[in-house]
């Protein structure tokens, strides 16, 4: 199967377009970036590469690139209305994983933890429910904020 890069590059050569090498930044953090990145997070990851690159080039890419159908926008619940995008084809997006959310930065880790596959398990057993999904967020200040902040007295 075509990358999600090839793939996004073949649909831009179609409408006439070019493969910029800040469109190409733009997929190439969104491939790389785990955890549902905003914009801003994008615009953060590309910036590193591309000082000259606008938070409206981040935001023009982004809507192109849903309005054809390579990321979804996706809004968790317990946080109103920041957006966030996935890439269609993740492959990530096909196992399930858990979250962790930084509430001083709010960034979203994103982990695998076999005891949380097991209570669904043992739930399941002990109640003869079907479990169809598990959806499973921590809360806190990740261990890059926490080096940050002061140890409180
Ligand atoms: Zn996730
Ligand atoms: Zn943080």
């Known amino acids: 199967m075509e990358s999600f890069i090839d793939q996004v590059t073949s649909k831009v050569r179609a409408e006439g377009g070019r493969m910029t090498a800040q469109r190409r930044l733009i997929l190439d953090a969104l491939e790389d970036l785990r955890g549902h990145p905003t914009a801003e997070e994008i615009f953060d990851h590309v910036r590193n590469a591309d000082p000259d690159i606008n938070l409206s080039t981040v935001y023009r890419t982004l809507r192109w ?10 809004w968790f619940e317990d946080e109103k209305r920041r957006e966030r995008f996935d890439p269609v084809d993740r492959p990530h997006a096909i196992t399930e994983h858990f979250h962790f959310r930084c509430r001083v930065c709010n960034r979203i880790i994103e982990f695998d933890e076999p005891l949380i596959h097991e209570l669904r398990r043992k739930y399941a057993a002990d109640t003869g429910a079907e ?4 959806s499973f967020t921590l809360y806190g200040v990740c261990a890059l904020c926490k080096k940050d902040t002061p140890e409180q007295p």
């Open 65 to 74: 690139l849903e309005e054809n159908g390579f990321v979804s926008p996706r």
């Open 131 to 134: 479990i169809e999904s598990v």
